[in-house]
């Protein structure tokens, strides 16, 4: 997935202003559950730093650094959040030989995992200290007001352009899947008190939890982010932002359904949320 995020015509600025950010009862439930000292979190595939910012406002731990493989995703957060007293550095989450061993008491991955490969854990396991939180988490859909008078038919909408757009990896279906298969720790003596929390799955629920106001031209943004819509642009360029462009027939579909027609009316668009916490074991 790095490869997709360091492509020269992805748009980092347009990955860091669309995506959507996570809501403050996740943070408020991770923070809940953690038991552990408050001295340093650890974000794991940031990005451009998004989560990491969101750990830093939380105003509980004295240090918070963020690592991701792609460089240009790491030089774009060090000169957007310059000011933030955040450290940022170019590292994959399977090599944490720059941290020492017991020295970090949180690490979180937003919508990062699925992109690791699963001895991840060991090198977690190492630098996590005794009874340190580990946070994974993962968001998926795009999914209406369950409330809209045409709420069924505008999911059935935003569902299906991403089966559309095609181009899956193996990690895009254990995202799409909300984690249900992620693979967890092999070694059972390092973990404990696992726990899994999902919201709004498949956009079901009377509340959306993770939700945003979009225009039409801000959700049509956010879905051109996702790295399975810039793999198609790339192989479709003749059809990209035509009707033959899965993104631009939702819009379509969209408009038709809220009766939106132009660039400023917003209306309410929402994502299922999935949780796994775990605990280092106090003695391994």
Not at 30 to 55: P, S
Not at 65 to 78: F, T, V
Not at 93 to 116: I, Q, Y
Not at 269 to 278: A, D, P
Request: glycine share 8%; hydrophobic share 35%.
């Amino acid at each position: 997935m790095a490869s997709t995020f360091a492509d020269q015509s992805y748009s980092i600025e347009a990955y860091d202003t669309y995506r959507p950010r996570y809501p403050q009862q996740m943070y408020e439930t991770i923070m809940k559950y953690h038991q552990g000292e408050k001295e340093v979190a650890l974000d794991l595939g940031c990005g451009t730093g998004i989560v990491t910012t969101d750990l830093l406002r939380l105003g509980e731990f004295k240090k918070v650094i963020g690592i991701d493989p792609s460089e240009p995703m790491i030089d774009y957060a060090k000169e957007s959040r310059k000011d933030l007293g955040l450290e940022f550095r170019v590292g994959r989450a399977e090599e944490l030989d720059w941290a020492e061993t017991a020295s970090v008491d949180m690490l979180v991955a937003g919508t990062a995992a699925h992109w690791f490969s699963s001895d991840w854990w060991d090198g977690a396991a190492r630098v996590l200290k005794p009874g340190g939180t580990i946070a994974v988490f993962v968001y998926g859909g795009m999914w209406p007001d369950p409330h809209h008078p045409k709420a069924n038919e505008l999911r059935d909408a935003m569902f299906s352009f991403e089966q559309q757009l095609g181009n899956w990896s193996p990690g895009n279906t254990v995202s799409h899947n909300m984690y249900d298969d992620l693979p967890l720790p092999s070694k059972p003596n390092e973990f404990t008190d696992l726990e899994r929390i999902q919201w709004n799955r498949d956009g079901k629920g009377e509340r959306l939890m993770m939700f945003d106001k979009l225009s039409i031209p801000t959700w049509r943004n956010r879905a051109y982010t996702f790295g399975v819509a810039h793999r198609w642009k790339i192989q479709n360029p003749m059809k990209f932002g035509t009707l033959e462009d899965p993104i631009e027939r939702t819009v379509e579909k969209i408009k038709a359904l809220t009766f939106i027609n132009d660039e400023l009316t917003e209306f309410v668009c929402g994502h299922s949320l999935s949780l796994i916490l775990l605990r280092r074991h106090q003695t391994s």
